[in-house]
């Protein structure tokens, strides 16, 4: 046990984190190998290997760190992978902008020449967030940090898509696909974001051949009429029967297109006629391939128009709209423009608003793949916290559609396709260039066919491409390759929790399933733990960009990691998004200055020279151990309840209120030498000090570095005996319950017979008559057991519990469930106030009945509730008109 002189008088949050965060890592508590005992594995979801720590990132680790310190002190080997994404898109745009500031276009590199430009900044600014979960006591296995572009896990991608690609789910072909102008690359449907915004609906007419008619279309984009191949109607629709066949004039480029009929056309909108842009519009490609329509890219990569449409050339496409508005209006081919709410996708990584685009792509079938996927979430198999994620994820995967896994980009995992001519099918898919040579010969059965006449495939794969493998390949690279998993995989896999949010369901939960079930046959995790997204008061999602996030480094060390950590639970329950408030991480710091105020008060009552042993062996005679040891058995009973629901929130409430309420408001209250200046007996410290060393593991997982502190200071330690590895607190084997029941009879006497004190404004330390009218004779023999508790925390000159006890003229009085509590008040207080104070709770109570008999008025309540919720409630209402009754009598006899 530490002298008091060695402990702070203040609890020092930055200088305990150093201290016992560089204590874990000395002694590679952190460290996993497989042996003999049961794994509990868990993976970090990658963040981008350039990023800083965000709120979403400090939110996401400190679930799982809680998760993943409790299942180490359960006794698991406990495995908590961490690593990096090369985020592929982000990276290669903060590379580019900083060329840019060089003024060093992308252009002007070669790809090796870009290349060692973003090892360069991946090795500068890489792993900077790693070192930031470390300052909020993330206990990470970081020996075997992983990076998705490291050696070991390019190659596994590598051969992910050659697999795949033998197996008949790649190809590559021309399709519509979703183009980033600003990244100039192809993007799958997940990672556009659609937004609802205030657009134009324009009314061009488009004159007919031959005649002075002219036919109306109606469209929010019309730069792309330069592109048009067609004008199509309903054919059931009436107004334009009669022109279906017919040859319309294109506006500007004077192109002559038929007037086609599809029954895809809706005559409820707009007018009725579609422009068909087959180069630019998902829907008018297909009808653009049904009717054999030519095909006009009228943009080129970055969004500027092309040469091809002869107009407005060079120009971004929203200057052309511009442009082509003031042109058609003064050819007064402009009838009409209308306001209207329409969604448009954007980039999820630039923010670009997304142009479709004809490309050829490569792609991956989805819909063998996600059959597995889809079933073994809905049976719970895969269990999904909170539940009602399972609906979103269903009606996606049954409307899946083939993933473009290919992007126009250097920095990622290259396409090992290698093309030796000009025909669609002239490559072959191969691991090396010499292998891709042999391959190419045999195909193209040109045996003379040179290195130099093979090129590879420019492109790099969809970095989720990479990130589905994660929890597979961070243990075993070569897995695919070799068809059988190496001992770590076969230990380790599957993994237990994913803690990630909702928005990455589709981009990444959903396709780590796939490709667990694709190459082991088995699922990835067994549990998915969907945490919201950290918000403002606003209910704005917190970010950079709109100055409304704090920095969390900041928060570590204004509040300390535990308060911190504190903060962001508190206002976190599963699944639904948090509005983060800075007060709780405030809150948090006070817990952690209660917790250390209590153990120094402890300490405090030490005597010099003695030896100290906690123990939880209690008094069986001692009314208040029994009820702090019940108090501590209900807590882990009801924590491990909301652990297994993930209701972690839940589990942070409850061992608060224990802590703080229950140990520190009443049981070291009770615990004090009955005079002034004397210290706590010996054997009571002893037990008080073993009820705290239980407080501290329950709260360990919650509040780390604090907890490790004090349990060192209370005993002397050995390495094997650090808090973070000790075991979780089991079952006493009893429950304490009439114990708690009755210690809670006394909790609520003492609060009201305080609550007398402070409203009738005696003086703190003046003697009491305490008389209090048990409602029942056993109530009255169990409450004569617990007087010295009554005696202890208040200043009892006399007390007496009696059914049969009247009331004394000019007494306070109060009732608590049933129970009557007189304070004889004669020459002390205001009679008048006491009056008024009676008044008052009659009030109280009067009013809770009129909301319990409208409740119970309620037929269809009445009716549907079940029968114990509607008995409980009558027994509400019978136990409120008892006290009404018993203060009314209480009122006329004091006013008597």
Known sequence: MSNLSDIPKQYNPSTTEEKWYSYWEENGYFHSEPDDRESFTVVIPPPNVTGVLHMG??????????????????????????????????????????????????????????????????????????????????????????????????ESVIDCFIELYDRGYIYRGQRMVNWDPAAQTALSDEEVIHKEVQSKLYHVRYPIKGTDQYITIATTRPETILADTA???????????????????????????????????DPEYGTGCLKITPAHDTNDYEIGVKHGLDIIDMFNPDGTVAEVVQHYIGKDRFEARKLIIKDLKDQELLIKTEEMSNKVGYSERTDAVIEPRLSLQWFCKMDELSKPALDNVMNDEIRFHPAKFKNSYRNWM??????????????????????????????????TEDEALEKARKKSGNNNLAADEIRQDEDVLDTWFSSWLWPMSVFDPEFIKNKSGNKELNYYYPTQDLVTAPEIMFFWVARMIMAGYEFTGKKPFSNVYYHGIVRDEKRRKMSKSLGNSPDPLKLIEKYGADGTRVGMLFSA???NDLLFDENLCE???????????????????MAEGETYTPTTEIDPENLADKWMLGRIESSLREMEDDFEKYRLNEALKKIYSLVWDDFCDWYIEVCKADSYGENIPKEKLERALGFFETLMKMLHPFMPFITEEIWHQIQSRSEKEALTVSSWPESFGESYERSITLFKTVQGHISAIRNIQAEMNLAPKAEL???????????????????????????????TFDTDCEKPKASAAAVVDGTEIFIPLEGLIDLEKERERIQKEIDRTEGFLKSVQKKLANEKFVANAPDAVVEKERQKQADAESDIAKLRAQMEEFTG
């Open 587 to 605: 809150q948090g710091r006070n817990f952690s200055n209660k917790i250390w105020n209590a153990f120094r008060f402890l300490t405090m009552n």
């Open 231 to 265: 004008v199509c109607v309903n054919p059931n629709d009436e107004r334009y029967k009669a022109l279906i066949g017919k040859t319309a004039i294109i506006p500007m480029v004077n192109r002559e297109v038929e007037i086609i009929a599809d029954e895809y056309v």
């Open 398 to 431: 049954e409307n899946i559609r083939d993933w473009c896994i290919s992007r126009q980009l250097w920095w990622g995992h290259r396409i090992p396709a290698w093309f030796y001519g000009d025909g669609e099918n002239d490559y072959v898919i191969a691991r």
């Open 57 to 154: 990132h400090m939110l996401n680790n400190t679930i799982q760190d809680v998760l993943v310190r409790r299942a180490r002190m359960k006794g698991y080997n406990v495995c908590w992978v961490p690593g990096t994404d090369h985020a592929s898109i982000a990276t290669e745009a903060k590379v580019v902008q900083k060329l840019r500031k060089s003024g060093i276009k992308k252009s002007d590199l070669s790809r090796d020449q870009f290349m060692d430009h973003a090892w360069e900044w991946t090795d500068e600014h890489g792993g900077i967030i790693l070192g930031q979960l470390r300052k909020l006591g993330a206990s990470c296995d970081w020996k075997r940090t992983r990076f998705t572009l490291e050696e070991g896990l390019y």
């Open 573 to 575: 329950p599963a699944g």
């Open 769 to 799: 008559t305490v008389l209090i009218k048990p409602k029942n004779s056993e109530l009255e023999e169990s409450l004569q057991t617990a007087e010295w508790i009554y005696r202890k925390l208040l200043p009892v000159g006399s007390i």
